[in-house]
RNA sequence: GGGCGAUUAGCUCAGUUGGUAGAGCAGUUCGUUUACACCGAAAAGGUCGGGGGUUCAAGUCCCUCAUCGCCCACCA
């Protein structure tokens, strides 16, 4: 009957020919949206449900490797769920990145016209950011979709969308009339070069050899100090000692008023614990204005705390320091300490150096005035589903976020990643929300004169301003699981969908994505925001190196779908490998994988080739037709067992395994005989067998090769689902 | 400084509660060209990073050392 064979299967499988099809026909088909599906009667109305947000990408770029893979995870768990019955959301989204959009743009604007964001001003600049990310965002939507993740466009989200832009100002305004916001003066993470605030897990540390410098502010003070930076001490008001030091205990509580390099200090003696005996003098020059320690030694002695550097690191004192960078300041420290013979020690040591993570720039620790979320500070909550933690209780977010995890209302399958996250948790201080950049949320408060409003809303009547700030994007990305789904209405969604199924997030933004989130859905809906954390490691290239652009050693997903086909790619970052662990790219292990779908594409054809019209189940079946339907079946439940435990990668391996060693390296081949032979009743029923096998096996691979399964699919003279996407899965 | 990992065949990685070491790729030999050369068959390849311990039994549990990596951190 080779004659009937459709004639596609008569060259080998072409991934390009057919990928954007299929992709185009699963799209048209509406199965992406469970409402859809139930609306066609594929899902059942009360059908359980397993819903997934998606990690929404940067505006900023194009798909990476490491895209493609978290996509492929999730969209193989989406898909099976579907298979099986569940109503079914994926849902889609991007990213603003405030800061790092809005650099971008900036510096292509130096480069290209020569201006700066000054020269624009805030509303042109926000309007060209705008429309760069608009470009952008097509760009790589175009590309999650040629990996064949299954999600609903029709809920497309983006973090500046209007209806993302409401809840970020409700969540705001809640959180503030809770209390739980604040703006306050402290130290934060100055970048002068970004001219911005950056949040601690934006700052890198970066091992550099400094030269600590030991000596007295002048010759009648009697304590010698020890500092990496000379120049900050003209922003001394103590000197801080241990309160157990023998050496210091007569100079505790005492003050001096002296001239540290034209400055004029007045200088008291503190007794802090903080203080390391061990380290240089014993002594600490307290700089409240330019440390995180100074700063709170300062304010839990009631001292003053006076700026002496500015913005542009510059220093802001008069005298010979006047005007001087911070490094050319330090020079001038060091020299005026050897003219004055005060300086006692200069010894090279390994120090940290914070650094910004986006501009390079070494940060410049400033007072300012921020935005603050207060992590340890008790609240209501009003409603909560998280076990141990009671309606209408009192509770602080470090203990709402402790208790969705310890509860395993948030279960983290991998227990490394639970001890991170309470490591983290433990250590957690207030956040600082606030950016000072134009591109992102602007922070929903108007001052007037001494009034302040916090609402969704320019208050009415005149003369009212806003808040010049934006929110740190990740108070965005925070709401993400709710904020798509239509909070702050109380949306069909919300109700349906909310907490989601699971979320697959890279462990490298677990503390600053998947805590927040959990602090975020605590708060706003008193639930977790999703059942089950699945974190996955990162796609590193060969050498184990991090992908990056200036190691030039990025592989783009779209060039290797182009080559060896989407569900080549899927499959060769899928398989073998456990998740939650990093994987080394290897391009030849996806070559493999197109050969694998080239092997089903053949074994369609053997099978369509030998069956005589459409195979009905006979009365009785051999023992060794019986057999082959035995092993099937524990294949298909070793297969969906591994996947309910998130074993993708095993789950994988082993219908790829079954498929290719089983299926057609055995089964085909000791088939032959009997189709060849002259025993009809023997023929019908391995037609029938070798049928079955088929059919599961497509259903099998589906949620991991979906392209080339449903592309087969398609031809195939019988099947129980128009389309296999949404075929019931077997066992 | 604190925390978390990794180390298994030439390469990339699996190995679920301790029970005779697995896969893919590469390499070797042979075969087949009427499902598939994007093929098949067979063989080969590892003292599971080093050392110590628990156990009848350890890749798996414990201790220790080494190398590599990641995250966190206000030692001036």
């Keep these: 009957m080779s004659d009937q064979i459709p004639d596609i299967f008569l060259s080998p499988y072409d991934s390009e020919a057919n990928e954007k099809d299929v992709y185009a026909l699963w799209e048209k088909s509406g199965y992406f949206n ?206 801080a000692v241990h309160p157990d030091d023998t050496r210091y205990q007569e100079f505790i509580g005492k003050e001096y008023d002296l001239t540290f390099c034209d400055v004029p200090l007045h200088i008291t003696v503190v007794a802090d614990d903080g203080v390391d005996m061990e380290f240089g003098t014993g002594a600490l020059g307290v700089t409240p204005a330019h440390s995180h320690i100074d700063w709170e030694i300062a304010e839990k002695n009631d001292l003053p705390r006076p700026q002496v550097i500015n913005e542009y690191a510059k220093m802001m004192v008069s005298g010979r320091l006047e005007n001087l960078k911070v490094d050319a300041a330090r020079e001038a420290v060091v020299t005026w300490l050897k003219e004055e013979n005060l300086l006692e020690k200069e010894e090279e040591v390994d120090q940290n150096i914070s650094t910004s993570e986006r501009t390079g720039a070494v940060i410049e620790p400033l007072p300012k005035l921020q935005w603050w979320v207060a992590v340890n500070k008790p609240f209501t909550i009003e409603h909560s589903e998280i076990p141990g933690i009671a309606s209408g209780s009192e509770a602080t977010l470090v203990e709402v976020m402790r208790a969705s995890v310890e509860s395993e209302s948030v279960s983290m399958p991998q227990e490394r990643f639970r001890k991170t996250y309470f490591h983290w948790i433990d250590n957690l201080r207030d956040w600082c929300i606030s950016r000072q950049i134009w591109f992102g949320h602007r922070i929903p408060v108007w001052y007037k004169g001494d009034e302040i409003h916090c609402g969704v809303t320019t208050p009415e009547g005149e003369g009212w301003t806003q808040e010049e700030d934006v929110l740190d994007t990740w108070f965005s990305s925070a709401l993400w699981t709710f904020s798509t789904l239509g909070w702050p209405e109380e949306t069909a969604d919300l109700k349906t969908f909310h907490p989601t199924a699971f979320m697959s997030p890279a462990y490298e933004i677990l503390p600053l994505w998947v805590s927040r989130m959990i602090l ?175 059919t599961t096996s497509l259903k099998i691979l589906h949620p991991f090769m979906p392209f080339v399964t449903e592309t087969i699919w398609q031809h195939l003279p019988e099947k129980d689902s128009e389309m296999l996407m949404v075929a019931k899965w077997p066992g």
């Design 520 to 694: 975020m859905s605590a708060f706003h809906l008193g639930q977790v925001p999703f059942k089950t954390v699945m974190i996955h490691g990162l796609v590193r290239d060969k050498s184990g190196r991090k992908f990056s652009k200036s190691l030039n050693n990025g592989i783009d997903p779209i060039e290797m779908i182009e080559k060896y086909g989407a569900d080549a790619l899927r499959m060769g970052l899928l398989v073998g490998t456990a998740i939650g662990n990093d994987l080394r790219f290897d391009e030849s292990k996806v070559k493999g994988y197109k050969h694998f779908a080239n092997k089903l594409w053949n074994i369609t054809r053997f099978i369509l080739t030998n069956i005589e019209e459409v195979p009905q189940k006979p009365d009785t079946l051999g023992a060794e037709d019986q057999e082959i339907l035995d092993n099937l079946q524990t294949m298909v439940r070793e297969v969906s067992g591994d996947i309910d435990k998130f074993q993708l990668y095993l789950a994988a391996e082993k219908a790829y395994h079954y498929v290719w060693h089983e299926l057609a390296d055995k089964i085909l081949e000791e088939s032959k005989p009997i189709l060849n032979g002259e025993d009809t009743d023997a023929k019908n029923a391995r037609q029938y067998v070798l049928y079955e096998c088929l």
């Design 34 to 239: 469970p409402d859809t599906c139930v609306e066609k009667g594929v899902t059942d109305a009360d059908a359980e449900t397993f819903s997934v947000v998606l990690p929404p990408p940067n505006v900023t770029g194009v798909l990476h490797i490491g895209h493609a893979y978290e996509d492929s995870l999730q969209d193989a768990f989406v898909r099976y769920h579907r298979m099986n019955g569940k109503k079914t959301l994926w849902v889609p989204g991007t990213d603003s990145a405030a800061i790092a959009t809005q650099a971008r743009v900036e510096k292509n604007i130096r480069k290209e016209e020569n201006k700066t964001r000054h020269d624009l001003g805030r509303e042109e600049l926000v309007r060209r950011v705008s429309e760069f990310a608009k470009n952008s965002e097509d760009t790589i939507l175009s590309q999650v979709r040629r990996v064949g993740a299954s999600l609903d466009w029709s809920r497309y989200a983006y973090t500046l969308d209007e209806k993302r832009t409401l809840a970020v100002s409700t969540a705001f305004k809640r959180m503030y009339d809770a209390g739980l916001i604040y703006r306050g003066n402290r130290i934060v993470n100055w970048d002068p070069k970004g001219q911005t605030t950056i949040s601690d897990d934006e700052v890198v540390h970066e091992e550099r050899k400094g030269v600590l410098y030991t000596f007295k502010y002048s010759s009648d003070f009697p304590i010698a100090i020890s500092t990496t930076r000379p120049e900050t001490k003209v922003g001394d008001v103590a000197v």
